[in-house]
């Protein structure tokens, strides 16, 4: 199967302070990535799907100045939490896909603490 | 709309026993796809096995077998000989066609007993 890295794996941040995760497809050129993010006791929810090159589509309720996406490359995506708030505490988890209708990978994810 | 159910929280078996992990579905897309994940405490997302609406055998994948029962809406997850290292969450997922994204269920967590 293909490989997706996600970077880092855990991050502490504080208060107020914005922090960035990466998401990169190592040996295919994806075309499409997801960012989902995991509360506890709960499912995945999809915040947002990039497509490179273009704006980010948000998820109802996801703010989308506050989780800025960018897809710059065929090989990366960021996911920066601005002015983060505990209640940003969270896993996030990225996913990437060659082109529509194709299998979707997933990083390994990334713990986000907020204090 | 999708929907995922998972309705085992938390799911126990004997080491070397099989163990059938529930997941129902709710759609009314006639070509759909569907997800069963893995996710160790580490967090990362490992896929198991594949089913498609059109798939007419069930899906096998070493010890892994989905039980798709159609008309039911029910794509259960069976693990033959289960080991040690099967203790994770496992999530149930479903996609439609033409749909970009993945609908999760809540998860079921399962833990090996030796």
Known sequence: GAVVSQHPSRV??????????????????????FWYRQFPKKSLMLMAT????????????????????????????????????????????CSARRRPGTEAFFGQGTRLTVV | AQKITQTQPGMFVQ???AVTLDCTYDTSD????????????????IFLIYQGSYDEQNATEGRYSLNF???????????????????????????????????????TRLTVIP
């Open chain 2, 15 to 17: 080491e070397k026993e």
């Open chain 2, 30 to 45: 006639q070509s759909y796809g569907l997800f069963w994940y893995k996710q160790p405490s580490s967090g990362e997302m």
């Open chain 1, 12 to 33: 502490i941040c504080k208060s107020g302070t914005s922090v960035k995760i990466e998401c990169r497809s190592l040996d295919f050129q994806a075309t499409t990535m």
């Open chain 1, 50 to 93: 990039s497509n490179e090159g273009s704006k980010a589509t948000y998820e109802q309720g996801v703010e989308k100045d506050k989780f800025l996406i960018n897809h710059a490359s065929l090989t990366l995506s960021t996911l920066t939490v601005t002015s983060a708030h505990p209640e940003d505490s969270s896993f996030y988890i």
């Open chain 2, 69 to 107: 029962q159609k008309a039911r809406k029910s794509a259960n997850l069976v693990i033959s000989a289960s080991q040690l290292g099967d203790s994770a969450m496992y999530f149930c997922a479903m996609r439609v066609a033409g749909a970009n994204n993945l609908f999760f269920g809540t998860g």
